[in-house]
């Protein structure tokens, strides 16, 4: 996951060209299996259920330090790979985060291309310990979705290496093991879905199960590159 500091100017195409012949590097090598660059936080917002009541926050959101500015799902053939990859991004020795999380479960479906992209992500509140009965919650309103051809990828994060963040301080990339102090919750995996526009995928993150256990931040997409 890319991280930009709130309020830090949004990357041009310029900037962008490093990222991408990187991107292309590792697609030829067949490590990168999915990537997309997300709108602007202030864009973006985070629904969330309190005593059977949803309520819905518009970003950017004083939580955090920092926002996601993109994300890319890779295969590496352990925590070391994964690592030197997100070293030798562009991203990173640009002095911007990197955060390198497992995936402990992706699940990839047909993707309807009706309507935008939005990836929502699921944040988990400190001391929160999901249950079976948590996820087989998710699972039936997930599957629900994608009969719908809204939704068509979702993970779940952890139950492998530790995460780790990355930066470059001083022309050195310096790694920290998880959890990071930058953020009160932590993330616990995320969905990627299509809706007619922002107030649909809002909806949908208000309805999903997980709103009732912690934050689901909605954001959405500006374009995918996959492998």
């Known amino acids: 996951m890319f991280n930009e500091s709130e309020g830090a100017a949004a990357p041009t195409s310029q900037d962008m060209i490093p990222m991408g012949r990187y991107a292309q590097e ?17 864009e973006g917002a985070t629904a969330r259920v309190r005593d059977g009541k ?7 959101f004083p939580e955090t330090k920092e926002h996601v500015a993109g994300v890319w799902i890779i295969e590496a053939a352990d ?22 999380h497992a995936l402990a479960g992706r699940y990839v479906f047909d993707d309807s291309e009706k309507g935008r992209p939005f990836i929502l992500v699921f ?5 929160f310990v999901p249950g079976p009965a948590n996820g087989r919650e998710m699972i039936e309103f997930g599957t629900a979705l994608v009969h719908e051809g ?3 990828e979702t993970a779940h994060l952890g139950g492998g290496p530790a995460a780790a963040r990355l930066e470059a301080k001083a022309g050195k990339i310096l790694v920290t093991d998880g959890p990071f102090a930058e953020t009160k919750d932590q993330v616990g995996g995320y969905s990627l879905i299509r809706a007619d526009g922002r107030a649909e995928a809002i909806e949908i993150a208000k309805r ?3 709103a009732k256990w912690g934050p689901v931040e909605v954001r959405e997409i500006l374009f995918f590159d996959d492998v």
């Open 26 to 42: 590792l697609a030829r090598a067949r490590k990168l299996r999915r990537g997309f660059p997300l709108a602007a936080a202030s």
């Open 123 to 127: 944040h988990m509140e400190p001391g």
């Open 79 to 100: 925590r070391a790979e994964a690592l030197a990859i997100a070293k030798r991004c562009p991203h990173t020795s640009s002095g911007s985060a990197t955060e390198v």
């Open 54 to 60: 949803p309520f819905v926050v518009d970003g950017p």
């Open 208 to 210: 999903f199960p997980h």
């Open 150 to 152: 809204k939704h068509f």
